[in-house]
């Protein structure tokens, strides 16, 4: 896999709520190793995502994951109101999964270094 960097670009599929859906992220901004931002594209829906890497002290940083999305259909919009309506719930996948995965990361840079 070559580096990642501005241009970089991933096709993806998902299932949600029973459909299959599919998309394309690609990397608008990076400035390694505080920040990554990508445009997502996909049916129906634009958003984007933007992940920030924050040092507090030696051995711990803080991650922060924002995501935004715009609605460019009908369908969409009523899926947009649907993730509103259940937020709360959402959020809390959201933030333990976001969790394990930075639990992934710190693991394999301990057992690099």
């Known amino acids: 896999m070559s580096e990642i960097g501005v241009g970089a670009a991933w096709e993806f599929e998902f299932t949600f709520r029973g459909k299959q859906r599919s998309g394309r992220a690609q ?3 990076f400035q390694s190793p505080e920040r990554l ?3 997502v594209m996909s049916d129906g829906m634009d958003g984007s995502t933007t992940i920030d890497l924050i040092s507090l002290a030696p051995g ?3 991650i922060m994951v924002a995501l935004e999305i715009q609605p460019k ?3 969409a919009r009523v899926l947009v109101q649907s993730l509103r309506l259940s937020k709360a719930s959402l959020t809390k ?3 333990a999964r976001i969790a394990d995965y930075a639990e992934q990361i710190e ?3 301990r057992a690099a270094v």
């Open 27 to 29: 990397v608008t901004e």
């Open 73 to 75: 259909s009908i369908a």
């Open 93 to 95: 996948k959201y933030k």
């Open 60 to 62: 711990r940083t803080r």
């Open 107 to 109: 693991e394999k840079y």
């Open 37 to 39: 931002k990508a445009d």
